[in-house]
């Protein structure tokens, strides 16, 4: 996450900032320019090409902070939801906030990888108040049960499934990995790549799921898999994998922005998961641990998921050049 700074008085901002908490400027996020902008008190802001852009119009809904281009309208992020909540569904309607705002942290990462975030990408982000809800990707729609943005809920959840990492943005960043393998892995080089690391997908996923849920992670999972559920099928091994991409490259990006370490000088991602990300994930794990909390990055990497990781790695760059 990029380390912004108010632009009227130079305060320090958090992303989410729809008000300097200094000097009382509002606040809107361009994407064009990748920084929070000031807006005047109608919520206009005039970008260096002239252009007015005014502030999405779900602020009040979804705090969505980030600028529309036509007044009354809603933000590109905002366009990607499909479906939401309805305005009697309270409960879903509380849950939609964090999962918004999930939502607009996993865009501003893949803005910065270069990946093309539009159609046929879109989101479904449903209440399971009253109906079941599946979390997955199908066809470029990604589900997300927004009962997970429920602290109580996710932990719970999160115990049950003996998971040592649950969040929002977790379930994004997996879910976008289905989306991209989607996208992404189709030629035969590539596919072949694809099945070489993680397997063949076109195992049968339902029979994998029945196995998964009734036998658990095979024994000894540690040595090639980065999470229990990894093991399920080859189409979880990438998604879990990819996320984990972003976790790494996200953290580390605001490590450096934040001057907690210096700007990597490396030629591949696994130097940098060796070099850079072992290191610092440990000392923000025992800083973790100093406050009581548990460890930031709850994950041992074994040397086949370093391989798997600069596949995504790799793909990302091929997709992307
Ligand atoms: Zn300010
Ligand atoms: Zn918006
Ligand atoms: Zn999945």
Same mark, same amino acid.
């Given at each position: 996450m990029n380390a912004f700074r108010c632009r009227v008085c130079g305060s320090e901002l958090f992303?989410?900032?729809? @008000?300097? @908490?200094?000097?009382?400027t509002p606040l809107g996020y361009s994407r064009v320019e990748h920084d929070i902008v000031p807006v005047d008190v109608a919520g206009r802001y005039v970008d260096p090409d002239g252009f007015i852009w005014h502030v999405c119009r779900n602020l009040n809904i979804s705090g969505c902070t980030w600028l529309a281009r036509f007044e009354g309208g809603q933000c590109e992020s905002c366009d990607l939801t499909r479906v939401r909540p309805n305005d009697a569904d309270l409960e879903g309607l509380g849950n939609f906030v964090p999962a918004e705002r999930a939502k607009r942290q996993l865009i501003v990462e893949l803005d910065r990888l270069g990946l093309v975030v539009g159609p046929p990408l879109c989101f479904d /982000? /449903?209440?399971?108040?009253n109906q079941s809800v599946t979390t997955g990707h199908d066809s470029g729609v990604i589900t997300i049960d927004l009962a997970e943005g429920d602290d109580a809920y996710r932990e719970k959840v999160r115990g049950k499934m003996d998971e040592p990492y649950r969040t929002m943005l977790g379930h994004f960043r997996h879910e976008i990995g289905h989306y991209y393998q989607w996208q992404l892995v189709v030629s035969p080089d590539e596919t072949s790549r694809f099945r070489a690391l993680f397997g063949d997908e076109t195992a049968d996923y339902q029979e994998a799921i029945d196995r998964h849920y009734a036998e658990g992670a095979p024994a000894g999972w540690q040595d090639s898999f980065i999470?229990?559920?990894?093991?399920?099928h080859p189409h979880e091994d990438f998604a879990e994998t990819w996320a984990h991409h972003l976790h790494i490259r996200d953290t580390i990006d605001t490590a450096v922005r934040f001057g907690l370490i210096d700007d990597p000088d490396v030629d591949s991602f696994r130097q940098l998961v060796i070099e850079v990300w072992m290191p610092l994930s440990t000392a923000l794990n025992i800083v973790n641990r100093s406050m009581g909390k548990d460890d930031l990055y709850p994950f041992v990497i074994p040397a086949p998921v370093l391989d798997k990781l600069d596949y995504v790695a790799g793909l990302v760059e091929r997709a992307t050049a």
């Open positions: 992303f989410e900032n729809s @008000v300097c @908490v200094s000097c009382g /982000l /449903l209440s399971s108040t999470s229990q559920y990894a093991t399920m």
